[in-house]
Every structure is written in C-alpha cells, then in structure tokens.
C-alpha cells in the first residue's frame, strides 16, 4: 500500500489562494476513459439504442446491470454529451453518438476506442459494474476503503489501512475545510458532532471559525488515532472531543446543535443513507441544523461532468455514487429535516443546509 509521505498533519486557517478544482479534474479524467470504453467496448449500450429510445429499465436489462452501476455509468455518458432523455423520459443517443458510436457508421470511432478494452482500469471497471461490489470487497481481498457495516470486510478497521485512507482523503480536506468554515457560519452553537469526522480536520476548522464552539468527532477507533494527531497541532485540541463509534449502530453522541456529515452519505446506497438520515434526525432537538457537505448532481442526473466522473471514482471503492440535490432534499424531508439553504464551497462541493422540524 502506498505511503502519505507528503501528508502534513497542519490544518491551513485560510483558504488556499488557489482554487485546486482544475487539479482534481484532471486526476479523474481516467475514469471518462472506463465509462466510455466500458459503454462501447463490452457492454455495447449504445446499439440497443439503434431501433430508437428506450426507457431506463429497459435499457438497464437490455445491458444486465444493476440499478446503482447503470445510473453511474448513464450519469457519466449523458455528462459527456453521448446520451440524451427525450419528453418522455427515454434515453436515446445522440447526433455526436450516432455519428461516432454506432458501428458501421463511416465515421466510427469504436474500435480507436477498444485500444483500452483490455486496459487494467477499464477491466477492473467492467468486474465493478458487473459484481455492484467495491474494489476490495471480493473474497481473499484486504478489504473495502471508506465505509464499514456488518459483513463486508473494511481496510478501515486495520491499522495501516485505516491510516493510509484516512490521511489520503486530509489533502482536499485541508483545502476545502476552511471554506466551508467561512462559509457556514455557526453562530450561537455550542456543540458540533462531526458524523465519521476521520482527520477532524472539518471541525477543527470550525472550531477556529467560532470560539464558543466544541465539536466532537465520531468515527472508527483506527481513525481517530490519526485524528488525535491532527487535534495535537491544531491549537484547539482543547475543544475537540474524539469518540469512538459506529454511525450505524451506537447511540449518537448527545446534545448538538450542529450535525456535519461531509463527505459521508455519497459512500452508501439509498436504504443506508435514510437509515442515518433518520438516526441523525432522532438524535437532534426541533431547530437543530444538519450540514450536508457533498457533491451534487443535477437534478436530471445528467451532469456536471466532473461530479459524474467523480460518480464513477465513489462507485469503484465505495457502495454509493454522487446523488443530485433533489434526491437528498427528498431522503431529508422523509427524516424530518426542512432544507434552508445550498452554499457552495471548493473542489465541486456544497454545503446543504437542513434544520429538524
């Protein structure tokens, strides 16, 4: 497993001058690579399309995918302009794919295409879309990065695992962190409880933003051991509690004003993210606010690009992908949350705003 030599455990108090969004979409450019290569190469979605549109159901059996992988891959090929969804909600291609994706067309490109079919990355895709299972969770792995529930094997409850995911995610943290903290002002609050807080690098963060403020960071016992360094050379340490725990199964840690759970929900599919949506919202008092942090979709699922790529990223080593606005203004209103606002923030990401009934 590779090393976080550069990873400094200092938490910037500004925001960087520099914004680095251009950085990470360039990172994720592979994965245009996997979803259009996967689409032609071996699934070849595009020629069920040949007779003329079809609805999403019958399109996703005529390929043989699962719900979760077909929305992030047709997420992906619509963002990139191959895909469209006529009046009456049919995915059909469009001119650039039927000039260019259908095989046999003089203008062809599928086979220029194919060059990466049998490409490591592409591969590796394919098995993920196939099984609907992250890498790292098939038999004989070390198990699954970023999320842990009951019978599935997590990298996050081993030592060198956990540490080695936890300070990879600190880098965009340190960056979007301060943002956030500008941008969400939490005056009057007394307590924050940082959901599978990991680095605590949100709430220290906060906690320099809003003097009064305590916040505690509820997370795997492995994480918090790389979260109490960062509390060491944050100069709030005072006022960063670290509580160990499972978001899933132990009673929330009591009395907040403030629930933040950034960057969490995008790791599960839809049956866990209302399950914690609930428990959050029954751990909260009328009035309380809970920030939701997170990239959003639109909410047509038909883009922004770079969230549609980093769709397919979440996917590969979680069991979630990006969901719109709409859907997680939806799953909050059932929990019994009243969305006040949507601020963004850096690097594709926004704070969602919702206070408890």
Avoid at 310 to 324: I, K, P, Q
Wanted: charged share 20%; net charge negative.
């Amino acid at each position: 497993m590779t090393a976080n030599p550069g990873t400094s455990l200092v938490v910037p108090a500004e925001s960087p001058a520099i914004d680095p969004s251009p950085l990470f979409e360039l990172f994720r450019g592979n994965h245009a690579t996997e979803a259009l290569v996967a689409a032609v190469a071996h699934f070849g979605l595009f020629r069920h399309l040949v007779p003329g549109p079809l609805s999403p159901d019958a399109l996703r059996d005529a390929v043989g995918l699962a719900r979760r992988p077909f929305q992030v891959l047709v997420t992906a090929l619509r963002a990139m302009g191959t895909l469209g969804v006529d009046p009456d909600g049919r995915l059909s291609t469009t001119r650039m794919a039927r000039e260019h994706l259908l095989a046999g067309g003089p203008y062809f490109v599928g086979d220029y295409f194919g060059l990466a079919a049998s490409s490591p990355s592409v591969l590796e895709f394919v098995e993920r879309l196939r099984t609907n299972r992250p890498r790292g969770g098939d038999d004989g792995d070390a198990g699954v990065g970023f999320i842990y529930r009951e019978g599935i094997r997590s990298a996050m409850d081993a030592g060198e695992g956990a540490r080695h995911f936890t300070l990879s995610l600190a880098g965009r943290a340190k960056n979007v962190a301060p943002v956030l903290a500008e941008r969400m002002p939490l005056a009057g609050a007394r307590k924050l409880v940082d959901v599978g807080g990991g680095t605590g690098v949100y709430s220290i963060a906060f906690l320099r933003r809003n003097p009064e403020l305590r916040a505690v960071v509820w997370d795997r016992p492995e994480v918090l051991r790389v979260a109490a360094e960062f509390a060491g050379e944050s100069g709030v340490g005072d006022r960063l509690e670290l509580v160990p725990g499972d978001m899933f199964a132990d009673p929330f840690p009591a009395g907040a004003d403030v629930v933040l759970l950034s960057n969490i929900l995008h790791d599960w599919d839809e049956p866990e993210i209302r399950r914690l949506l609930a428990r959050c919202a029954a751990s909260m008092a009328t009035g309380a606010r809970l920030l939701v942090h997170d990239v959003f979709l639109d909410d047509d699922l038909g883009g922004p690009l770079p969230v549609a790529l980093y769709s397919v990223a979440l996917f590969n080593v979680t069991e979630g992908r990006a969901y719109s606005a709409g859907e997680y203004r939806r799953w909050l209103g059932e929990a019994g949350f009243g969305v006040t606002q949507t601020t963004p923030t850096l690097v594709h990401c926004g704070a969602m705003v919702a206070v408890r009934r």
